[in-house]
Nanobody
Framework: VQLVESGGGLVRAGESLRLSCAASGLTFPEYAIGWFRQAPGKEREGIATISSRDGPTYYSDSVKGRFIIYRDNGNSAKTTVYLQMSRLTPEDTAVYFC??????????????????WGQGTQVTVSS
């Protein structure tokens, strides 16, 4: 499984940004792709996940209503998952990672449940 994030950068508070996660090698009956973030000195936080089974989504309270996770209509083994982030604040500054979980359904937002990770992309929000 390969996961490659892109789309990070520097934005101002209140602006929007879209991250992409190109996932391949997902030869599993079902899986979930999640987005996580880690700020300096803080633990990795799960913020959004989407399941391959009918595409249900789950969000953390910290991003619910501001971030949207969705995916393209690629085949099950290769897909791109996006994280549309709106109304960004400096507290959203972190390295953002995507990860794949091919464990039991339904998915969750605990990092230890995920089996493969991308390298991360930096998002910096200035005030």
């Amino acid at each position: 499984v390969q996961l490659v994030e892109s789309g990070g950068g520097l934005v101002r508070a209140g602006e929007s940004l879209r991250l992409s996660c190109a996932a391949s090698g997902l030869t599993f009956p079902e899986y979930a792709i999640g987005w996580f973030r880690q700020a300096p000195g803080k633990e990795r936080e799960g913020i959004a996940t989407i399941s391959s089974r009918d595409g249900p989504t789950y969000y953390s309270d910290s991003v619910k209503g501001r971030f949207i996770i969705y995916r393209d209509n690629g085949n099950s083994a290769k897909t791109t998952v996006y994280l549309q982030m709106s109304r960004l604040t400096p507290e959203d500054t972190a390295v953002y990672f995507c990860a794949a979980d091919w464990g039991p359904y339904p998915p969750d937002l605990f990092p230890y449940e995920y089996d493969a990770w991308g390298q991360g992309t930096q998002v910096t929000v200035s005030s």
